[in-house]
């Protein structure tokens, strides 16, 4: 077959199928971000391969473009007037979970007999989240809820808050291994992170007086994906996060855009056809067959991250005084894990290729099932705090 022709026929049946996933959802107890990963693995290369060459080598730009909006999208979320009343519950909640999470992990693992560097590196990998599933999920969940904007401020910081435990886990291991990297190692995610932050603010500052001009009240379409696309685009030749730089980049444009009616609408419209493409793709280049050999250690780490997520979200919960709904679920909201974990685990092993085979087994194994599963958590826990 022309490969033209192929690619438009893949590109074309995989957008139909976010139509049918998307009525399977509400029909069923799995998310569409589930439905979509289990789509993925069954026509991607370890069941029937039928997703052309072509169409996988795309996958990483196509989950860039998806990311880059995930996170202009949740960097709306942060605006003054939301965090008025949640500021003290984001902050506490997105700390504890990270902290008890990977504290908890690593004593899991220490205790199981794995060496404490590689727990300890497992321990901060394992406080990363999934953004882009939790987005599509709440998207998914239509009805607003108080616990609804108060997870997607959470998962805004999570990630942040992770990459810092990853520079300081970094700089541990160097220094009980005897090397003098420990300082490089925090500059490199400070360098990270700061420079995502300073780039978000040197783009939204001129956009959110420039945008939505065009067609007063709001941005148009085009406007708005060029402008996304471009942060994005400068944060990966820059080599900063480009996920903090389009959070920063919305959070900007959102709290000082005062012209726009509703600046993120023409996003949220283009949005989901890049997710539905996201999720299949993903699907199709999990490995399966890591599950069969995820081991003692691996199962040690799902219960452990599991345990951390709950009882961290519950203790950031208790000492901001939220809701008992908050405190029953945001754990529970908070398991899906997926690529962020992935370049942590890359970065940590070409920092300490000793621990490579082992770092990359358990985080690669792991991530699946988190993945899959862990969007199922995501929407029960929005269902239940809804009741």
Not at 210 to 238: D, H, M, N, S, Y
Not at 327 to 351: R, T
Request: proline residues 4%; glycine residues 10%; charged residues 10%.
């Amino acid at each position: 077959m022309n490969p033209t022709a192929q690619f438009l026929l893949t590109l074309g049946g995989i957008l139909l199928l976010g139509l049918v996933t998307s009525s399977l959802g509400r029909h069923t107890f799995l998310p569409r971000v589930t439905l979509l990963l289990i789509f993925g693995v069954i026509i991607g290369h370890q069941a029937l391969n039928i997703i052309p060459s072509a169409f996988i080598n795309h996958f990483e730009l196509v989950a860039n473009m998806a990311l880059v909006m995930v996170g202009f999208l949740l960097g709306g979320k942060l605006t003054v007037s939301s965090l008025k009343q949640s500021a003290g519950k984001v902050l506490w909640i997105s700390i504890s979970a990270a902290v008890v999470t990977t504290i908890i992990v690593s004593l899991g693992l220490i205790w199981a007999g794995v060496p404490k560097q590689i727990a300890i590196l497992l321990g901060c990998i394992a406080s990363a989240t999934a953004p882009a599933a939790i987005l599509d999920v709440s998207l998914e969940t239509e009805q607003d809820s108080p616990f609804k904007k108060l997870l997607l401020s959470v998962v805004a910081l999570d990630d942040i808050w992770a990459l810092v435990l990853f520079g300081i886990g970094i700089a541990v291991v160097s220094t009980l291994n005897g090397s003098h990297s420990d300082t490089s190692s925090l500059l490199m995610v400070t360098t990270e992170i700061g420079g995502a932050v300073l780039l978000g603010v040197m783009l939204g500052l001129p956009a959110a007086y420039l945008t939505g001009r065009i067609k007063p009240g709001q941005p148009i379409l085009t406007e708005a994906l060029g402008l996304v696309f471009v942060c994005g685009g400068l944060a990966i030749w820059l080599d900063v996060s480009f996920l903090i730089t389009s959070m920063v980049l919305g959070a900007i444009i959102a709290n000082l855009a005062k012209h726009h009616e509703y600046p993120f609408h023409s996003i949220e419209g283009i949005e989901s056809p890049f997710m539905v493409v996201f999720f299949v793709l993903a699907g199709a280049s999990l490995e399966i067959d890591t599950l069969v050999d995820i081991g003692l250690i691996g199962i040690i780490y799902i219960l452990c991250r599991v345990i951390g997520k709950i009882v961290g979200a519950t203790i950031g919960s208790q000492l901001s005084h939220a809701d008992l709904q908050t405190k029953h679920w945001m754990g529970f909201a908070l398991l899906p894990q997926a690529g962020v974990a992935i370049g942590m685990a890359l970065v940590a092993s070409n920092h300490f290729p000793e621990y490579r085979q082992l770092l990359l087994s358990i985080v690669i194994s792991t991530t699946v099932f988190f993945e899959i599963i862990g969007p199922v958590f995501t929407r029960l826990a929005l269902k239940r705090t809804l009741e």
